[in-house]
């Protein structure tokens, strides 16, 4: 069965560095997304992106990050400086381009800014 | 703009019996609702969905939930619970015409054998 992966399981960073956490979306799916989820809070949207540009935006998703579909697989959430506050379970998920179509979700990547 | 309450954060049953998983919803639309599944160190599994079509919506695993318009009610149940049951559920809801899913907050199933 078709699985959405995300690389790397944990990224350690200090705070002011840019990181890029990686998602491979399932490959026939047109529409991605970022989501994540800070400790003991509610999973929260960050962005869709389809036909290769935003489709839709969170007020979290602000001047910091940005994401990108570099090649005709992997999909990928840039932070340009950390941020202590980052520190959160970053979700990827795709699904297809119909209103009704179920978001499918990768594991996750825990990112812990130090 | 639309929301979720998941009333308990933590059930615990014992095998065999049943689960109920409550959940309310707030929307200014007729929403979409779904009910997502997390074990330990896995993503987000969809376990169903309700779309506007029938109210009583079966999922995998032999989960269901009813639709409530009149309650404004999704509640999550399974007639016997077991063991491989026990994860964090959460009820999730998506405005019309949009993409994002609001989830709630978790309630995490405990099985007891």
């Known amino acids: 069965e078709p699985e959405v992966t995300q690389t790397p399981s944990h990224q350690v960073t200090q705070m002011g560095q840019e990181v890029i956490l990686r998602c491979v979306p399932i490959s026939n799916h047109l529409y991605f997304y970022w989501y994540r989820q800070i400790l003991g809070q509610k999973v929260e949207f960050l962005v869709s992106?389809?036909?290769?540009?935003?489709?839709?935006k969170s007020e979290i998703f602000d001047d910091q990050f940005s994401v990108e579909r570099p090649d005709g697989s992997n999909f990928t959430l840039k932070i340009r400086s950390t941020k202590l506050e980052d520190s959160a379970m970053y979700f990827c998920?795709?699904?297809?381009?119909?209103?009704?179509?179920?978001?499918?979700f990768g594991p996750g990547t825990r990112l812990t800014v130090t | 703009a639309q929301s979720v309450t998941q009333l308990d954060s933590h059930v615990s049953v014992s095998e065999g019996t049943p689960v109920l998983l409550r959940c309310n919803y707030s929307s200014s639309y007729s929403p979409s609702l779904f009910w997502y599944v997390q074990h330990p160190n896995k993503g987000l599994q969809l376990l169903l969905k309700?779309?506007?079509?029938?109210?009583l919506v079966k999922g995998i695993n032999g989960f269901e939930a009813e639709f409530k318009k009149s309650e404004t009610s999704f509640h999550l149940t399974k007639p016997s619970a077991h063991m491989s049951d026990a994860a964090e559920y959460f009820c999730?809801?998506?405005?019309?015409?949009?993409?994002?899913?609001?989830f709630g907050s978790g309630t995490r199933l405990q099985v007891q054998p």
């Open positions: 999730v809801v998506r405005g019309p015409g949009r993409r994002a899913l609001t």
């Open positions: 992106f389809y036909n290769n540009e935003i489709s839709e």
């Open positions: 309700y779309t506007s079509a029938a109210t």
């Open positions: 998920a795709s699904s297809e381009a119909g209103a009704t179509y179920e978001q499918y």
